[in-house]
């Protein structure tokens, strides 16, 4: 094949402009220099190519070649992606360290994604034999990836016809034909290995309503803001709100089958974190250590820019994936906020149009189509599978003011507000998620799933908890005029209540061993205990009991409910039971 | 050196700001080291922002005053910024550019590098979890501070920022290792009396020895400062890299490294983000801040104590804003405290060390550690809350718990946060000072404290108790 070579006529930091490539096509991955740096052509103007380098462009110098690769930039799709870990345009960072045996990233380093070295054992599907038809999605076997992962092989899309020869069970490479299939007197070979452009979503046969709660044992999640499968959700926050302590929660606990997570523009020593972590650490769900179901995606803030541009269509594409197969994927992205500015910086560059502080114009719809790649749907391909991509991205306002652009856009394309406060986090009110200001469109999608799993009373009981909590919101508001001594006895019990409810219930350190993840099951325990405290002690104040009698007979009791969240482990549950008993008899005992 | 192979030019189109835009030029490469010699003889160097065809944008370190576009030589140098690193640094004195201060002889290189160094691999560092004992409470008891990590200080101007990083630099010690910090310190438009300030202070600690000093001063040119910092970490890469030395390597003032940033980015017409700072200053400062931390295999660390001023105090400033999302935490001055005569006037709340929780607890620091923290910052958010509710309201308007804690938080700040400049405090009478002042408090309010420890530390407990 003929190679298509240009030529670089200028250089301005990660952009190269070249000159005199052959047919250029927008988003093409282009070699640039001798040293054939990777880079994406993002605009063509005449001869002139536009390119976008992914590494560092010191010491380039015009005149030099660049070549183009003729594929857009693309994934890399087969067993051997989970428990990795992955720069901005999926190079295998692991691998990168042992060959090149420095700490650094050093530049022009090219590895896949997808070890060739590696064997799997493919076990092929019982339903098929060769006449067959096949097409796109139809899953002809399986590798077990992890014990976590069955790693279903599809058909990839573009191949279809009938199924000629397929291997039998036996250990392979991603890159050895496992099948062929016959279309028009042509032969395919189909391998474990498939590519998909990054930039483009993958198929699906329909997309289905979010139904089922993901679950993430963050108590103020779960019973006041759920997330669904399927759904979308941002979690914007001033610097050291907790942002990245929640995603890390959402990573660990949740119950996704895959998780894949995506540090884009932020803290190295963060991505280090969940490397030590996550192979020691269990899912709570199937008891396996959670790198069996984990990919991470590392372009941290010192990493190239316009890698990090494009991380986040590498992870969603992988997520499509495993989504396909069949699974329940999580994705998370810390920070949206750094992509969005990968944005506006390479705009800068190529001198577009600035809008809004400085961001280029279509932020809103790359925002718009980066969210659509979220949902719950039936896949392509036979037998029928259903699978959700859950999209949670972290947004880092300047100042943490909300109405800057990226908060604003991302607004308009998600269904689950998680606002960070930093008056919270100041007061070490963790995780700092402001119950007024946060919202999710999904507690009734999910009331089904509790009512039916859980508690039959749970959405009464979350309903009656958060009712408390509004209504001191609106009674702290009186105490900053009044004080507190001189509200009447009936919002004196509200705003008691509500403490034990912010002590309680809210907070929830995400560091202790017992606290970070609360069962469905102990969620509402210590739900009911507070709305029974509060049901119970308001007939008493009803019947003319002060607040102040009723906080000195139940001291010690309450204090035991505070700590409970940290002292009672999800398997004695009893223990909240018996202590909600306990305040109850306390509280008849002042009536009688 | 063969010099002679460089071509020169006298080719200059355009002055702007700090820019020099030369025409008519040969192969020059994005990112090469460039000379200037002005008609007078003087020398000055730059680097090249940007070229095209025949043409190169270069940018002037020592600034471009007196820079004519006629009889100006210009030389491409065929190399980027490299600087001669070795632990003969050590006990030296440097200008910004890193060219002897001292009157010492040229630095005798074991290696040169590249003053923008590499991204550390995410997959080939080490979490940082080595507790450092700075010997002030504030940090110790509540922003922890451990090897390898970034915890910046806020500041304002006029505060005394630089006193307490002298104390920490001075303090610092892992516990139960002999090794002192070698320390990198790097002065970007700073005033003379404070570049004064550190230089006596190291002088007559002894520690002058292990610490290499970059000065750039507020009178010498602006550009110098966006070196500065980066020939400083350079040396700090190697000296903790290649030497396996723990490194502290102090940065002041990043305000002025900011402005210069600005600077350039206003030349260079570019599209200007919040408050005129350019729209990729994040990644910028992150270029910095993320030259820190551990690496597997390696014995050395880099931990970063970056000093910042916050123009007007505003800590959403951009200066601020963008620091504390890259840094692992921040330690925040607050005028009010100063004002109110509490040295280190440590604003705890605002305050945090995001590394902390690796640092601490039983066989780092204490058991109690956690648990004592979260407790003191419950109950100084509560006091501090109170007090404001005090003056609307009245004390007498408040419940009696409500008063104790007003009282705990008197004490908390003359008690706990106040200490003298050569105070220095072990963990344990830090977390007992801890102790003490929580004692002001009816034990039901300590919801954060596991019971166990209630019973073995609280000072009631500990005198009246058998054990
Ligand atoms: N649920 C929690 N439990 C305990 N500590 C928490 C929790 N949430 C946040 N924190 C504390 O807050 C600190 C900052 O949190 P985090 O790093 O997640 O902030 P962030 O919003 O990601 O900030 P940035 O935007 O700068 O990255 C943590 O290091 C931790 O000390
Ligand atoms: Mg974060």
Known sequence: MQERKGRIIRISGSLVVAEGLPMPQMYEVAEVGEQRLVGEIVRIDGDRSYIQVYESTSGLRPGEPVYGTGSPLSVELGPGLIGQIFDGIQRPLKRIAETSKSIFVLRGIKLEAVPRDRKYVFTPSKELKPGDKVGPGDIIGYVDETPLIRHWIMVPHGVSGRLIEISPEGEYSVEDPIAYVEANGEKTAVRMLQKWPARRPRPFKEKLEPELPMLTGMRILDTLFPMAKGGTGAIPGGFGTGKTVTLHSLAMWSDARVVIYIGCGERGNEMTEVLEKFPTYKDPWSGRPLMERTILIANTSNMPVSAREASIYVGVTMAEYYRDMGYDVLLVADSTSRWAEALREIAGRLEEMPAEEGYPSYLQSRLAEFYERAGRVIAVGEPKRIGSVTLVGAVSPPGADFTEPVTTHTRRFIRVFWALDTALAYSRHYPAINWITSYSAYVDTVTGWWAKNVDKDWRDLRDSLYSILLRENELREIVRLIGPENLSEPDKLIMETARIIREGFLKQNAYDKIDAFASPQKQVKLMRAMVNFYRNAKKLVDSGVPVKVIREKTQDLITELIKARFTIPNEELDKIDELDRRITERLSQIGG | ?467
């Open chain 2, 1 to 467: 050196m063969q010099t002679s192979q460089y071509v020169e030019y006298e080719t200059i189109k355009e002055i702007r700001g700090p820019l020099v835009i030369v025409e008519k030029v040969g192969s020059v490469a994005f990112d090469e080291m460039v000379e200037l010699e002005l008609s007078n003889g003087e020398k000055r160097s730059g680097r090249v922002l940007e070229v095209g065809l025949g043409y190169a944008v270069v940018q002037i370190f020592e600034g471009t005053s007196g820079v004519s576009t006629k009889g100006t030589k210009v030389k491409f140098l065929g190399k980027t910024l490299e600087v001669p690193v070795s632990e003969a640094m050590l006990g030296r004195i440097f200008d910004g550019l890193g060219r002897p201060l001292d009157g010492g002889p040229p630095v005798i290189a074991e290696e040169k590098r590249d003053i923008n160094g590499f991204p550390i691999n995410p997959a080939s560092r080490a979490y940082p979890e080595d507790f450092i004992q700075t010997g002030v409470s504030a940090i110790d008891g509540m922003n922890t501070l451990v090897r390898g990590q970034k915890l910046p200080l806020f500041s304002g101007s006029g505060l005394p920022h630089n006193m307490l990083a002298a104390q920490i630099a001075r303090q610092a010690t892992v516990r139960g290792e002999k090794e002192e910090f070698a320390v990198v310190f790097a002065a970007m438009g700073i005033k003379y009396d404070e570049a004064l300030f550190f230089r006596k202070f190291f002088e007559e600690t002894g520690a002058i020895k292990r610490v290499a000093m970059f000065i750039n001063l507020a009178d010498e040119p602006a550009m110098v400062r966006l070196i500065t910092p980066r020939m400083a970490l350079t040396l700090a890469e190697y000296l903790a890299f290649e030497r396996d030395m723990h490194v502290l390597v102090i940065l002041t003032d990043m305000t002025s490294y900011a402005e210069a940033l600005r600077e350039i980015s206003s030349a260079r017409e570019e599209v200007p983000g919040r408050q005129g700072y350019p729209g990729y200053m994040y990644s910028d400062l992150a270029s910095i801040y993320e030259r820190a931390g551990r690496a597997i295999g390696k014995k050395g660390s880099i931990t970063q104590m970056p000093i910042l001023t916050m123009p007007a105090d505003d800590i959403t400033h951009p200066i601020p804003d963008l620091t504390g999302y890259i840094t692992e935490g921040q330690v925040v001055l607050d005028r009010g405290l100063y004002n109110r005569g509490i040295y280190p006037p440590i604003n705890v709340l605002m305050s945090l060390s995001r590394l902390m929780k690796e640092g601490i607890g039983p066989g780092k620091t204490r058991e109690d550690h956690g648990d004592v923290s979260n407790q003191l910052y419950a109950a100084y958010s509560r006091a501090q809350e109170l007090r404001g509710l005090a003056v609307i309201v009245g004390e007498e308007s408040l419940t009696d718990t409500d008063r104790r804690y007003l009282r705990f938080g008197e004490a908390f700040e003359r008690r706990f946060l106040s200490q003298g400049f050569y105070e220095n405090r072990s963990i344990e009478e830090t977390l007992d000072i801890g102790w003490e002042v929580l004692s002001i408090l009816p034990e039901s309010e300590l919801t954060n404290i596991k019971d166990v420890f209630i019973q073995k530390y609280h000072p009631r407990r500990r005198s009246s108790g058998g054990s």
